[in-house]
């Protein structure tokens, strides 16, 4: 009577070696282990890289919205004046933002004029959209101000305008430059509205990382945008930075009992929500796209292992007559099949962090082998392919590869486990 052993003993994992080492007539068996090893390495790989290009996504545009952009957007729902006409906008706008900037958890909040006009140098003229703002709090915006590495004196703010980078080459101007500011309208006089045509010297060129900022955006000082746009005494909003961004609904009742009935509230969520959940759903489509690719890739062990257990039909029968148990023959198989899918993981693990570590370069290089620019920032909003490697997405790829691995591998090797011994030699 064949006496059990203990499971995965040493002499099992040198007959899978043993198996694993095809000889030549076996050759068939080596190919599909090859095509095995590659396709899981392959899938791993293509997967890791994937949710790192999909998280550095993610990061990089919630950080260019937050880093550029208002966390909490107050503005009024408009008053009527004693002209019958609506008037919009704050009348005492200082006193509105010290009030807001005392709610707890609000780090800043900034009176802003908004306005939309044509710049021009005297040759190319291009749309833009003014943003007047104090120089405080025009240095304490965290892309655009002190230390994002922009070009020109943060301290001459005062002095002239500050153009986004995009709208600096568009119009071939550098800091020093003066150009035309264009508002349709402008002077009120006697016969009516005539446009306002003002030259300002640019002192400040900012890259925020967004292709849309940086082409549109142009920042004045609060006092000037508010004699520019004829809004003297009144902003049109007040810019509010919270500590926690991601929390943003639990600031807005405190919010807006601090500026008051008139005013509403347009939060960063409100205008990038449908886009972050379009992300969400691609993410989620994308994740069992390339899950099915790994279980594709996982299949070719089954094809290599029943090829395998057929070429060793006798080898089987002598190890059963001889008293191997049915459990050893069942795990010298799987670890035949689970050895393909750890060494296939392992190297797609390696490849897809290493890859996605060096995602610069690689993308350098693809760019010099095509002759231009494969990644159009003006149709995806960023200025590069980032990858942002997070160790959550890294274990859920491992998980998938191997736990597929393993499962198929099950099938030919319980096939295996149960050949008959007799019906195996009968013919030898």
């Not at 601090?258 to 205008?271: F, R």
Request: hydrophobic share 50%; net charge negative; aromatic share 8%.
């Amino acid at each position: 009577m064949a006496q059990s052993t203990a499971p995965f003993s040493g002499f099992e994992f040198m007959i899978a070696w043993r198996y694993l080492r095809a000889r030549r007539a076996e050759g068939g068996v080596s190919v599909m282990t090859w095509i095995s090893l590659i396709g899981i390495t392959l899938a791993v790989f293509a997967l890791i890289l994937t949710l790192a290009v999909r998280a550095g996504f993610r990061a990089e545009f919630v950080d260019t919205i937050l880093g550029a952009n208002a966390h909490v957007t107050v503005y009024s729902s408009g008053v009527v004046g004693e002209d019958g006409q609506l008037i919009r906008g704050f009348t005492q706008p200082e006193a509105m933002a010290a009030a807001i900037a005392r709610v707890p958890g609000v780090t800043r909040a900034a009176p802003l004029i908004k306005g939309k006009l044509m710049v021009s140098d005297g040759e190319d003229t291009t749309g833009a959209e003014v943003y007047g703002m104090s120089p405080e709090d025009f240095a304490a915006i965290p892309r655009i101000g002190a230390g994002s590495g922009a070009i020109g004196d943060l301290a001459r703010y005062p002095e002239g305008i500050a153009l986004g980078s995009g709208i600096a080459r568009e119009l071939g101007v550098t800091v020093g430059d003066r150009v035309r500011l264009i508002s349709p309208s402008g002077v009120r006089t006697a016969m009516g509205t005539t446009p306002r045509v003002n030259a300002y010297e640019v002192v400040y060129i900012f890259t925020a990382g967004r292709y849309d900022i940086d082409t549109t955006r142009i920042y004045m000082p609060f006092i000037e945008a508010q004699s520019f746009f004829n809004k003297e005494g009144r902003a049109d909003e007040i810019e509010v930075m919270v500590e926690n961004p991601d929390a943003i609904e639990s600031y807005g009742d405190a919010i807006l009992k601090a500026a008051g009935p008139a005013a509403m509230l347009w939060t960063w969520k409100d205008s990038s929500g449908a886009f972050l959940r379009a992300l969400d759903i691609e993410d989620n489509v994308m994740f069992v796209i390339l899950s099915v690719l790994v279980l594709i890739a996982a299949m070719n062990i089954v094809s290599g292992l029943i090829m395998l257990v057929k070429n060793k039909g006798r080898d089987i029968g002598i190890l059963r007559t001889m008293g191997l148990t049915e459990g050893s023959v069942l795990r010298v198989f799987f670890i035949c099949g689970a050895f393909t899918g750890v060494i296939g993981t392992v190297a797609g693990v390696i490849l897809g962090c290493v890859t996605a570590l060096n995602i610069d370069q690689i993308m350098s290089a693809i760019n010099w082998l095509n002759g231009a620019e494969v990644w159009d920032p003006s149709i995806r909003g960023i200025y590069s392919l980032p990858a942002k490697l997070q160790a959550g997405d890294v274990l859920s790829a491992v998980a998938l590869s191997l736990g597929l691995s393993f499962v198929v591998t099950l099938f030919p090797a319980r096939r295996a486990a149960r050949m008959n011994p007799v019906e195996a030699l009968r013919y030898e």
